[in-house]
């Protein structure tokens, strides 16, 4: 049997992001649409030339997008948000229901599955679904040869979309004959890959008759035409899959936890294609190919016909390594999108022709890799996960300490990255200013917002993070193990992408990492400035981790390391510490029975790095989402001494959360949403507060922003800030 090659998707943001770029011109009016539709489709015929030079036997068409493939399904089936309905269905509407505009706000956007890309929500209040030929015309440039066009599928595309006042199936089926006249409009494609990854999650089970219904009305529309269901990020129920009336499935034999293969072992798979995900689509690392050759070998026992490729579409990993100068012993450990498709390219050569020198080479350089010292360090994991002594009788020794009023103020850490900090920190990274130019600048900015914050006498106080460029790279930039790339850019959404830290080796504290800053912030006021660190589940959900451990070692790992910091600041003085876990919640496990193994690591992780503290050292800790449901006696398990949330985009909700389960630890709810350029009303914060001690003792409660707020202006920032310290002087009184 001849092994076929075959790519999901490819990064669309170009070697050094000129697809954000491009895009962020035209918005700006810099550049015109024609521009726009030149330079994209330069980029687009680069990503092709790149993916056929590797002999991909069948490219992906229609994976390249404007803005997000879940928005281009929007508008070629014109589920278009009622508030934007009317206008024509181009670039400007595309944009709009994007970005917002004048007018109207912005559609939501949310996480795809446990990724950090982020789609746009479908909106189906009063929507007239049709095809929209301009739409597909602007995406689906190829309408036959070796490619095979890509779309979510419509069980996926209706199970993330909100609004409308019809049934799941009603949506479902309202779009049917829609994607049959997107299929009718093709020629002779290799097969079309129908995206359904809603299918691997817990909603499975109550998908299925609608599912089998989707593809048996496909099945009798297409007469014929070649659809692979293509799953992926979990495993899937490969018998039901199997009974679906389709040409092919595609699996993911990298994030399944080993079950789809012994699933295609258990149950022979010869009436259906397998298009197999064996390199990993989501990761940067090269393949130990040793281990997917053996993979391929068995899946080549059980089917009659086989195409192997990346376990997901390459959108969630960057492009290329080549512009990276990095250490040739780490460069050898990794494979970016580029050079996950040379590892197809090795595979099907020695698969079909025989030919094991390409694989031989680049398996060489994976055992150079996994034999470096940096990945076998001794670690003492025997440290306290408890805090001495319970809540109740540290809290008073911290009261005691730090003789706080009621319903203390605080921010969450971070103050406006104003374009001149911004400047200050590119022009230091060019070695255009000096070590010294910087820190003095920093320093001054931090004397300023201590000035500020003392002028509108907030009680705990923050050093402002102006050192910082984001609360990941941060410190992965300073702790061993890390390593930052140059071009390593991945879409997070619409045209922000970010650059996660790579964890090569294992992970270690070598020195202090926030000292400086925050010592001299506290050295400037009598207040208590807060240590700010971001924790270990949140600094390994934002990087990307390696694979030849368990991510739970890698986790602790991290955890130790930011306990160090954590008694370095103690033994300094500080005596409120802050660790930030935004992403804890984003890390749960697609599959509900992983759930509880995975929060337990995480809540052990949190307490490796805060138990070791003294009685009358405070832990604080943020999150910055406000459903709380699933994971609630975790957060309270984390007996974190303060928790500040986001609270005042989910109204009452979450107190109901908190209330369930008798939270008594000090709880900070944000009381206004700092995501909005607005300055609240007084009338709200005290309306929020009092909602929120009618369920909180007073004595626990704590008021704070949602989050911080670095991308606010400064007298954004001042005068909400205004608001929300004298709305609670006033409240003090009356209390
Ligand atoms: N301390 C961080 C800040 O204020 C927290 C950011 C976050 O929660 N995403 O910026
Ligand atoms: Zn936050």
Not at 163 to 190: A, I, M
Not at 239 to 268: A, M, R
Request: hydrophobic share 35%; proline share 4%.
């Amino acid at each position: 049997m001849t092994i076929k090659t075959s790519n999901l998707g490819f990064p669309r943001l170009g070697e050094k992001r000129e697809w954000k770029k491009a895009i962020e011109n035209y918005w700006n009016g810099q550049i015109e649409l024609n521009e726009l539709h030149d330079t994209l489709k330069n980029i687009k015929a680069d990503n092709e030339a790149l993916q056929e030079g590797y002999s991909i036997d069948s490219l992906p068409s229609g994976d390249f997008s404007y803005y997000d493939h879940v928005l281009d399904a929007s508008l070629l089936f014109n589920i278009i948000p009622e508030r934007f309905q009317g206008q024509d269905v181009d670039e400007t509407l595309l944009y709009n229901i994007a970005r917002g505009n004048k007018e109207h706000v912005a559609s939501a956007l949310l996480k795809w599955f446990n990724t950090n890309y982020h789609y746009i929500v479908p909106e189906w209040d009063n929507v007239s679904p049709k095809f929209n030929q301009s739409a597909f015309d602007r995406q689906y440039t190829e309408r036959s040869g070796s490619t095979h066009p890509v779309i979510v599928g419509p069980v996926t595309y209706v199970a993330l979309s909100k609004g409308g006042s019809q049934s799941f199936e009603e949506k479902v089926r309202s779009l049917l004959p829609l994607y049959t006249e997107y299929f009718n409009q093709f020629g002779d494609v290799d097969y079309f890959q129908v995206d359904e990854p809603i299918l691997v999650t817990d909603s499975s089970e109550s998908l299925k008759d609608i599912t089998k219904e989707v593809y048996e009305y496909f099945n009798d529309a297409l007469d014929g035409k070649n659809i692979v269901i293509q799953t992926y990020f979990e495993r899937a129920d490969v018998e039901f899959l199997s009974s679906l009336p389709v040409y092919g499935l595609g699996l993911d034999f990298v994030h399944d936890q080993g079950e789809n293969l012994k699933q295609i072992k258990n149950g022979d798979l010869k009436n259906k294609a397998l298009y197999a995900g064996v390199i990993d689509g989501r990761n940067v690392w090269r393949s130990d190919l040793e281990t997917v050759k053996s993979t391929v070998q068995t899946l080549k026992d059980h089917v009659d016909d086989l195409t192997i490729q990346p376990s997901s579409t390459l959108l969630h990993v960057p492009v290329t390594l080549k512009n990276e100068s990095l250490d040739q012993s780490v460069e050898d450990g990794l494979a970016f999108a580029t050079e996950k498709l040379e590892e197809l390219a090795a595979l099907k050569a020695y698969f079909n022709h025989n030919d094991s020198s390409q694989l031989d080479a680049l398996q060489e350089r994976f055992v150079n890799f996994n034999n470096q010292s940096f990945k076998h360090l001794e670690y003492d994991f025997d440290v306290p996960v408890e805090r001495a002594s319970a809540f109740e009788s540290r809290s008073a020794k911290q009261q005691e300490k730090l003789n706080l009023p009621l319903l203390p103020t605080t921010t969450i850490g971070s103050f406006p990255q104003s374009k001149e900090v911004r400047k200050y920190r590119a022009d230091w990274k060019n070695n255009r200013i000096s070590d010294e130019e910087y820190r003095t600048f920093i320093e001054s900015e931090t004397k300023r917002w201590i000035d500020i914050q003392e002028d509108l006498d907030i009680d705990v106080l923050v050093h402002g993070e102006f050192e910082r460029n984001d609360m990941v790279e941060f410190f992965g930039e300073r702790l061993a193990g890390f390593l930052v790339t140059k071009f390593g850019w991945v879409q997070s959404y619409g045209t922000r992408a970010v650059k996660p830290p790579i964890i090569y080796g294992d992970v270690k504290w070598t020195k202090p990492m926030t000292l400086e800053e925050t010592l001299y912030a506290q050295s400037l006021t009598e207040k208590p400035v807060k240590g700010m660190l971001t924790g270990p589940v949140t600094i390994l959900n934002w990087s990307f981790e390696r694979v030849d451990i368990p991510k739970v070692e890698v986790m602790n790992q991290i955890a130790l390391a930011i306990k160090d910091e954590v008694q370095e600041l103690e033994k300094e003085g500080i005596t409120i510490i802050q660790v930030d876990e935004p992403a804890l919640r984003e890390g749960l496990p697609l599959r509900s029975e992983y759930h509880g193994q995975y929060l337990d690591d995480a809540v052990n992780a949190f307490k490796i790095s805060t138990s070791s503290v003294q009685d009358e050292t405070q832990i604080h800790t943020h999150m910055c989402y406000s459903q709380f449901g699933k994971i609630i006696h975790a957060i309270k398990a984390l007996d974190a001494d303060v928790i500040s949330i986001e609270t005042s985009r989910s109204h009452g909700d979450l107190i109901q959360d908190f209330e369930d389960i008798t939270y008594d630890l000090g709880i900070g709810l944000g009381v206004y949403d700092i995501h909005s350029p607005r300055i609240p009303k007084p009338e709200e914060i005290k309306e929020a507060i009092d909602r929120a001690l009618t369920n909180i003792d007073t004595k626990l409660f704590w008021v704070n922003p949602d989050c911080g707020l670095k991308t606010r202006k400064e007298d954004e920032v001042t005068a909400a800030l205004k608001v929300l310290v004298d709305t609670v002087q006033e409240k003090r009184q009356a209390l």
